[in-house]
């Protein structure tokens, strides 16, 4: 039994222009076997032909001729392009008892001015291809959003390693400056410690207490004999005894032996004389010429 589906599949196709052999092909495409085609489209002969009309009692009868003319009537006159001379597959209509006579195109000339004339069924490749295209699509949109992830990725990995390798050149960088603090005042220390004119203790210079003094400080007669008793801490000191006799440069030939406190004691005589009722002399304990302490001798006769 013929499908009315296949029936009037062909005999919608053959209505609009279509080739038998572009029917036959649309419709293998489709699943349709031959034997199938084939009884369509002598089913499709079988159909009885269509009754002729007529227009107020006159019959409308085929006409033969391929193309007619029409004749427009009014001026300006439009020249009217003539019409296919090949064949149409349906009977050109002719209305008779009209004036001007009219002609109406053939049906398949109609049919084929508003669609195409073999219609073809989308194919199953056609859809997949469509499918493909989508999944190439997708396909592309994720492998792009794996290379943006990663990229992102190895960026912040690298900017992470970056700011390790500062943090670590910036601790070194306050060690060293640590240790070079350190050094620096170690190194100041030492200056001080070796211009240091005392002792040094706990990180400080104790200035040394020198001093001078003389016993006895004062006199009733003339010479006046003392004893001087000097505190310094090495025999790089001199004594100035004030009256214009000969002064010590150093105290060498005296023996320097410091106590806990870094000095010795040294004891040198002199006598003073002077022929007036009374003298004051001061004598000083020098160091390369300069005085550092200084005591008085008084002789009242």
């Not at 499709?44 to 107020?56: D, L, N």
């Not at 019409?83 to 398949?108: K, N």
């Not at 290379?147 to 960026?155: E, Q, R």
Request: some cysteine; aromatic content about 6%.
């Amino acid at each position: 039994m013929i499908e009315q589906q296949l029936l009037d599949y062909v005999h919608e196709q053959l209505g609009f222009g279509a080739s038998p052999e572009a029917i036959r092909e649309a419709a293998a495409q489709a699943g349709w076997s031959e034997e199938e085609v084939q009884a369509a489209f002598d089913a499709t002969k079988e159909v009885p032909a269509t009754p002729t009309p007529t227009i107020a009692g006159t019959a409308v009868a085929p006409v033969s001729t391929p193309a007619v003319a029409v004749t427009p009537t009014a001026t300006p006159s439009v020249a009217t392009p003539s019409l296919s001379t090949q064949t149409p597959p349906h009977p050109v209509t002719t209305f008779v008892g009209a004036t001007p006579a009219l002609t109406t195109m053939s049906m398949a000339t109609k049919e084929a001015s508003t669609k195409p004339a073999t219609v073809i069924p989308v194919s199953s490749d056609t859809a997949h291809t469509t499918r493909s295209a989508s999944k190439m699509f997708m396909l592309g949109v994720i492998v792009l959003l794996v290379v943006l992830v990663g990229g992102i990725g190895y960026y912040s990995y690298t900017l992470q390693q970056q700011i390790s390798q500062l943090s670590a050149t910036a601790a070194k960088a306050t060690s060293d400056l640590a240790v070079a603090t350190q050094q620096n005042t170690q190194l100041q220390q030492q200056v001080a410690q070796l211009s240091c004119k005392g002792t040094w203790s706990n990180n400080a210079c104790v200035p040394f207490a020198i001093s001078l003094s003389v016993t006895p400080s004062m006199g009733s007669s003339s010479p006046l004999k003392v004893t001087f008793t000097a505190r310094v801490p090495n025999i790089d000191y001199g004594i100035d005894f004030g009256d214009g006799s000969a002064s010590l440069t150093t105290l060498s030939g005296t023996t320097c032996t410091p106590d806990t406190s870094g000095l010795c004691t040294i004891t040198l005589a002199h006598t003073y004389a002077t022929s007036s009722t009374s003298a004051k002399f001061t004598a000083a304990l020098t160091q390369n010429g300069a005085a550092v302490a200084s005591t008085e001798i008084g002789i009242a006769k």
